[in-house]
């Protein structure tokens, strides 16, 4: 079975031991994922909104990166700190995955690696086969 992973060189990735995303044969698997900036700073401390679009526009790097893209996602689970912004959070998920909605969970957790982080976000995909 082919196994594939992609990073996107966030300074966790090496420090905690985890890929961005692995594909294993047709299943992908994305690691949680925060709404950092290219520095690896937050992004847009306080907007629900521009995190949860950061952390997607991530996402979808990583699916490209494994021969896939939002058509294929099949399971989302967003974990934010504030489920009063539960609005917003959605907003991004559906502009995201538009006509190829999959199916998904929003939970509030406590906190995340970083307090000015609202959310993270997991994704699960099928793609197509490799030739």
């Not at 994305?30 to 526009?57: L, N």
């Not at 990166?65 to 399971?75: F, G, I, P, T």
Request: a negative charge; glycine letters at 6%; hydrophobic letters at 40%.
């Amino acid at each position: 079975m082919q196994l594939k992973r992609t990073f996107s060189n966030a300074s966790w990735e090496s420090k905690v031991g985890y890929c961005r995303g692995i594909r294993v044969g047709n299943h992908i698997y994305i690691s949680g994922t925060a709404p950092v900036d290219t520095t690896g700073g937050v992004f847009a401390p306080g907007d629900a909104y521009a995190q949860a679009k950061r952390c997607f526009e991530i996402i979808q790097k990583a699916l490209q990166d494994l021969d896939a893209d939002q058509s294929n996602v099949v399971r989302t689970r967003m974990f934010v700190t504030n489920i009063s912004c539960w609005a917003e959070f959605g907003r991004a998920h559906q502009e995201f995955f538009g006509e190829n909605p999959p199916a998904s969970t929003m939970v509030e957790v406590k906190s995340l690696v970083d307090p000015a982080m609202l959310i993270e976000v997991e994704v699960d995909a099928i793609a197509p086969d490799l030739e």
